[in-house]
């Protein structure tokens, strides 16, 4: 009877690893309505529990599991991206930009090489050229605006852009989760440094655009990890 009941388990687990997005999910919600409604004394604090939130789902969808490389790497890339999210309110000290970009940009590392050595799954498509372009684009835009922060953009944009392609090699899932993600952090630089030609309901479009990036990334590699 035990042996005929394990596979049965394997299947439960199989199809409840999504189970653990619902917080995520729900909170995202939450966080995006009160960007959308300026009410920063919910958004301030529910964009700090996000990640961990997102990071819960891994764990959850990864139980049971041996824990691997790649699961080192999703939780870095997440952690990162956490430390990029609370730069203000964790290191006030510092600069909050740079110490953002600096954040994010190694998250970015860490997502590509998880999904560069554990997700691709073919060559770069044609469509990914769009991304060097990209990069080209909107330096030109920000040129005039960043002043001493160019080159630190300028590098932020690379392995930004880097992301993107690379995911671009994997499920559609993951693919649509980078395109979101990078489109989510032009929104941002075109808010931070052209902040006149941005309208107040682009903040909530930011952050709708980057938990919907950050979830299918994530939720697309563990849908791979899972075989399901």
């Not at 009877?1 to 729900?26: E, I, K, Y």
């Not at 961990?52 to 764990?59: D, I, N, R, S, T």
């Not at 110490?99 to 998880?114: E, P, R, W």
């Not at 107040?200 to 697309?220: D, E, N, R």
Request: net charge positive; charged share 10%.
């Amino acid at each position: 009877m035990a042996l005929a009941s394990a596979p049965d388990q394997t299947v439960s687990l199989s199809r409840n690893w999504w189970w653990g997005f619902v917080p995520f999910a729900a909170l995202s919600v939450v966080h995006v309505g009160a960007r959308l409604v300026e009410a920063d004394a919910v958004a301030g604090p529910t964009k700090l529990v996000l990640m961990p939130l997102l990071a819960a789902a891994a764990v959850w969808a990864l139980r049971g599991q041996r824990w691997k490389t790649p699961a080192v790497l999703l939780l870095a890339a997440l952690f990162f991206s956490w430390i990029g999210d609370g730069a203000g309110a964790f290191l006030p000290f510092l600069p909050e930009l740079p110490v953002m970009l600096a954040a994010f940009g190694v998250a970015h590392l860490f997502y590509i090489s998880l999904l560069w050595k554990y997700a691709a799954r073919g060559p770069f498509p044609r469509w990914a050229l769009a991304f060097p372009l990209w990069w080209l684009l909107m330096l030109v835009v920000l040129l005039p605006t960043l002043g001493t922060l160019t080159v630190a953009v300028a590098l932020y944009g690379i392995v930004l852009g880097g992301t993107a392609a690379t995911a671009a090699r994997c499920t559609p899932i993951i693919a649509v989760g980078g395109v979101l993600f990078l489109a989510s952090d032009t929104v941002l630089a075109l808010r931070i440094f052209t902040p006149e030609a941005m309208p107040g309901w682009t903040s909530a479009l930011v952050m709708l655009l980057y938990c919907a990036g950050q979830g299918l990334i994530v939720a697309g590699f563990l849908r791979m990890e899972r075989r399901v």
